[in-house]
């Protein structure tokens, strides 16, 4: 396959087929992220999808597609039905579709366009949060209030597609690290999502937020206070059936959980890690990565 620049999925879709629908992010503006700076946005033109698509074959059977780039659900109904319908004229065998979306892509949508999609396979979303924090929000230039998430999210799931959120450790500082671990609890109870990932900030050179972190004006918590963050956010939010993962490369404690099943076992862990600040818990600052 050919790929144009870095191209970024969930760690869920390891073993998915990748689709560049995208190039770059079309919101492009969170200040924590240094993904697309350098790559200008475009949407691929449909007969380059379908070369990538009939190159792709040779690969077999094909159960999962994940479109890239960054806020793929930005792409025009028109045109993304056309992709989706591609993808499953090549791939017959394929079970589900995922893309990432921002809120703002979501609220573009009708519960009727979403619906569309979910027909043409397209099953999950992977939508960006960081955190339920109003004020952070804004301050990270996320595009969206704590209620436009919400409403974004509720469409989502009216539309009978999966709903993954991810928030991100640490992006509230030393400084607002309490009220953005709280305020995560809170959204993430109000989206009540079918997945979790929980990554932590790197500050990547060349980002808003590097120039802050240099100004002193961003001071990172240390790995124990990303890891309170994360026992925060497990402890004070409520779900009706939620896999919470942290095991997403930036992070120092790897937890995978069934909330609220699990709930119990994994505060036990993470409150055994807090108490010993054992370091050898932790993924060695070598291996993270975005
Ligand atoms: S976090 Fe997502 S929406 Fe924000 S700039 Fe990066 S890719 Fe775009």
Do not use: W
């Not at 396979?121 to 209030?145: Q, S």
Request: net charge neutral; hydrophobic share 40%; charged share 25%.
């Amino acid at each position: 396959m050919r790929y144009e620049g870095a191209v970024y999925r969930p760690p869920s879709e390891a073993g998915s087929l990748i689709i560049q629908a995208t190039l770059g992010c079309h919101h492009n503006k969170c200040t924590f992220c240094g993904s697309y700076r350098d790559k200008p946005f475009s949407i691929r033109s449909i007969d380059k999808i379908r070369e990538d698509l009939a190159e792709a074959r040779y690969m077999g059977p094909i159960q999962r597609v994940f479109l890239a780039d960054g806020d793929a659900l930005c792409i025009s109904q028109k045109r993304l039905i056309e992709i989706l319908e591609s993808v499953n004229e090549f791939f017959p065998s394929v079970d589900r579709i995922g893309i990432y979306a921002n809120a703002g892509n979501i609220l573009h949508k009708s519960i009727e366009d979403l619906e569309a999609l979910r027909t043409q396979k397209l099953k999950i979303i992977y939508m960006g949060v960081e955190t339920g924090d109003e004020a952070l929000l804004e301050k990270i230039f996320k595009g969206a209030t704590y209620n436009q998430l919400i409403e974004a999210g509720r469409r989502v799931k009216d539309s009978s597609i999966l709903l993954s959120v991810t928030v991100l450790l640490g992006i509230g500082g030393i400084d607002g690290s309490e009220t953005h671990a709280r305020e995560t609890a809170k959204i993430l109870t109000d989206l009540d999502p079918d997945y979790v990932g929980a990554l932590s900030v790197i500050v990547v050179p060349g980002t808003p937020l590097y120039e802050d972190f240099k100004q002193g004006r961003f001071r990172l918590p240390d790995p124990f206070g990303l890891i309170q963050e994360l026992r925060t956010m497990i402890a004070e939010s409520s779900f009706t059936n939620c896999v919470f993962r942290s095991n997403h490369a930036s992070n120092y404690l790897p937890v995978k959980a069934t909330l609220p099943r699990d709930k119990p076992r994994i505060l036990e862990d993470i409150d055994r890690v807090l108490n010993t600040r054992d370091q050898t818990s932790l993924r060695p600052e070598f291996l993270r990565a975005l």
